[in-house]
């Protein structure tokens, strides 16, 4: 048994949804607090504000055997003021960004969510080290504020590449690789 190479577990697929249950609204929130309060030190001990009373919670979580197993992604989104959403709290956990699909997917259901609930505009505050990810997924900088101590950019989706949808879930398949017999 000394020669098994022992490798950590990588799921193969990912389901992006509406957080709906009590355990996916809480690993909602421990994720966030995990990301912003410890990871990155943007809170002290906590990230909720008033704001998560009226958002929609947004989770990935990974599978085990098709079924939800634990929440590797968050994110919320709320209407402001009438069609005007915004989306904040974007958090993938470290283990599973090398995927780097998971806060596109996230930003994808988001986006298409509130588009569906009526959204005309949909913006978003994002952290310097993320504007190009967000560039790449058609969205346009308005222009760098400070947040939290941190510099930033109010950003704004192009609606027009994020069709309206009310679907509740999806699913996020990792590639395999391709096992090669040798001759």
């Not at 609204?25 to 009226?54: K, P």
């Not at 919670?57 to 098709?66: H, L, Y």
């Not at 709290?89 to 988001?110: K, N, Q, S, T, W």
Request: aromatic share 8%; net charge positive; with cysteine.
């Amino acid at each position: 048994m000394d020669d098994i190479e022992v490798r950590p577990f990588v799921p193969t697929e990912y389901v992006v949804r509406l957080a709906r249950s009590k355990w996916e609204r809480a690993g909602h929130y421990a994720l966030r607090r995990e990301i912003f309060c410890r990871e990155q030190g943007v809170f002290q001990d906590d990230d909720r504000d008033a704001i998560d009373a009226q958002a929609m919670p947004i989770i990935a979580s990974c599978c085990v055997a098709g079924m939800p197993d634990r929440i590797v992604g968050a994110v919320r989104i709320h209407e402001a003021e009438p069609g005007i959403w915004r989306g904040s709290r974007l958090a993938v956990h470290a283990e599973h960004r090398r995927l780097g699909r998971i806060g596109a997917e996230l930003i994808r259901m988001a986006v298409c969510t509130a588009h569906g609930l009526g959204a005309r505009r949909f913006f978003a505050q994002v952290q310097e080290q993320n504007v190009l990810f967000f560039r790449r997924l058609h969205w346009t900088s308005l222009g760098t504020i400070t947040l939290h101590g941190l510099p930033h950019h109010e950003m704004e989706a192009d609606l027009s590449r994020y069709p309206a949808h009310g679907r509740a879930q999806t699913w996020l398949l990792r590639p395999q690789p391709v096992l090669r017999r040798s001759a």
